[in-house]
T-cell receptor, first 115, second 111 residues
Framework: DTGVSQDPRHKITKRGQNVTFRCDPISEHNRLYWYRQTLGQGPEFLTY????????KSRLLSDRFSAERPKGSFSTLEIQRTEQGDSAMYLCASSSAGGLWDEQFFGPGTRLTVL | TQLLEQSPQFLSIQEGENLTVYCNSS?????LQWYRQEPGEGPVLLVTVVTGGEVKKLKRLTFQFGDARKDSSLHITAAQPGDTGLYLC???????????FGKGTHLIIQP
């Protein structure tokens, strides 16, 4: 088991472009979460999936953001028409539903810079 | 809105000293997790506390969950330079499905 992986690790884009990030969770985990972390802050919850169903979205997730987990395994997070305020670290985490506690294990993150 | 407040925000001490960082909230959480994060990396889970009054030890680190499950503390004994990092507390089950994180404590241990 290699843990949660994210790709790419870094992305630099120009304002107005679309970007897509990928997350591969720990293989036996059926819950997958996306968070955003800006400088000097803790991670902020964006959305989560149980298997392929998206069960919760934060108000932080504007209409320009969309997340999918089509087969209940990997997930993608797309940001359309990026803005400079989207610059942040995007973190993915996974956990096992039915575990005693919701222990979430994080990937290394994707650092997005919007110029 | 649930908030977790961590204190202090920054702490710089000498190797060998002891320290305590705090995580406080007005909300009750079903569990509370402590993470350590290094620059450019994702948070790494250190411990989960679940029961009010619970104390867990991880080598030189001691974690405590408050009786009312609203606050927690992390105590490090004989700090080492390898303990340097951002320590984050996160609450689960406070009404949201994601974790609620504090802003973290930036800890620097000087040799």
């Amino acid at each position: 088991d290699t843990g949660v992986s994210q790709d790419p690790r870094h992305k630099i884009t120009k304002r107005g472009q679309n970007v897509t990030f990928r997350c591969d969770p720990i293989s036996e985990h059926n819950r997958l979460y996306w968070y955003r972390q800006t400088l000097g802050q803790g991670p902020e919850f964006l959305t989560y999936f149980q298997n392929e169903a998206q069960l919760e979205k934060s108000r932080l997730l504007s209409d320009r953001f969309s997340a999918e987990r089509p087969k209940g395994s990997f997930s993608t997070l797309e940001i359309q028409r990026t803005e400079q305020g989207d610059s942040a670290m995007y973190l993915c985490a996974s956990s096992s539903a039915g575990g005693l506690w919701d222990e979430q294990f994080f990937g290394p993150g994707t650092r997005l810079t919007v110029l | 809105t649930q908030l977790l407040e961590q204190s202090p925000q920054f702490l710089s001490i000498q190797e060998g000293e002891n320290l305590t960082v705090y995580c406080n909230s007005s909300s009750v959480f079903s569990s509370l997790q402590w993470y350590r994060q290094e620059p450019g990396e994702g948070p790494v889970l250190l411990v989960t506390v679940v029961t009010g009054g619970e104390v867990k030890k991880l080598k030189r680190l001691t974690f405590q969950f408050g009786d009312a499950r609203k606050d927690s503390s992390l105590h490090i004994t004989a700090a080492q330079p390898g303990d340097t990092g951002l320590y984050l507390c996160a609450g689960a089950g406070g009404g949201a499905d994601g974790l609620t994180f504090g802003k973290g404590t930036h800890l620097i241990i000087q040799p």
